[in-house]
T-cell receptor
Framework: GQQVMQIPQYQHVQEGEDFTTYCNSS?????IQWYKQRPGGHPVFLIQ?????EVKKQKRLTFQFGEAKKNSSLHITATQTTDVGTYFCAANTGTASKLTFGTGTRLQVTL | NAGVMQNPRHLVRRRGQEARLRCSPMKGHSHVYWYRQLPEEGLKFMVY????????ESGMPKERFSAEFPKEGPSILRIQQVVRGDSAAYFCASSPRPSNEKLFFGSGTQLSVL
């Protein structure tokens, strides 16, 4: 079945440093979504990318969808302690009925 | 407009008992998904339901697990004869349309099996 891998599994940064997580699929994706889960919380939708090479920004967050639609990245500029949590990418193919979540990247930010 | 409601938030069961987890989707949402999350791990798809129909149950164990989404009332995930390995957080999500739309997640049910 379709697998979505994320790297790194864990990253610890100092506040103010940048952070990037990468999502890779073995198959071409029709779209990709990103979610954030705070410690002890539930996943919250951040964004959806649909077009090849698409780039979207939300304040300090930049999301990118690869040209081949097999990979995606989330970049956070100048991290803050409020960015702490696990970031998941999620995807389905055009015919799949379920959203498959990536393995997640846990971000820890310290002062 | 209430979000996705799950109850109970915490459920403790002894081995061999039954666990019933309930999920009320957001108003106007007819698509419900159940995911399981083990500590420090990702979300594993279990089942996708529309009203009165199971659309995809490929992630749900064949034995002891069942799910329903009746015409009236919440979606129910039922686990019979629970074992310690069933201990996990179970999240329900809903959407107004099939899953190429964003999902709205509930707060989850933390199941602990003693």
């Amino acid at each position: 079945g379709q697998q979505v891998m994320q790297i790194p599994q864990y990253q610890h940064v100092q506040e103010g440093e940048d952070f990037t997580t990468y999502c890779n699929s073995s198959t071409t994706l029709s779209n990709i979504q990103w979610y954030k889960q705070r410690p002890g919380g539930h996943p919250v939708f951040l964004i959806q990318l649909v077009k090849s090479g698409e780039v979207k920004k939300q304040k300090r967050l930049t999301f990118q969808f690869g040209e081949a639609k097999k990979n995606s990245s989330l970049h956070i500029t100048a991290t803050q302690t409020t960015d702490v949590g696990t970031y998941f990418c999620a995807a389905n193919t055009g015919t799949a009925s379920k959203l498959t979540f990536g393995t997640g990247t846990r971000l820890q930010v310290t002062l | 407009n209430a979000g996705v409601m799950q109850n109970p938030r915490h459920l403790v069961r002894r081995r061999g008992q039954e666990a019933r987890l309930r999920c009320s989707p957001m108003k106007g949402h007819s698509h419900v998904y159940w995911y399981r999350q083990l500590p420090e791990e990702g979300l594993k798809f279990m089942v996708y339901l529309q009203k009165e129909n199971i659309i995809d149950e490929s992630g749900m164990p064949k034995e002891r697990f069942s799910a329903e989404f009746p015409k009236e009332g919440p979606s129910i995930l039922r686990i019979q004869q629970v074992v310690r390995g069933d201990s996990a957080a179970y999240f329900c999500a809903s959407s107004p349309r099939p899953s190429n739309e964003k999902l709205f997640f509930g707060s989850g049910t933390q199941l602990s099996v003693l």
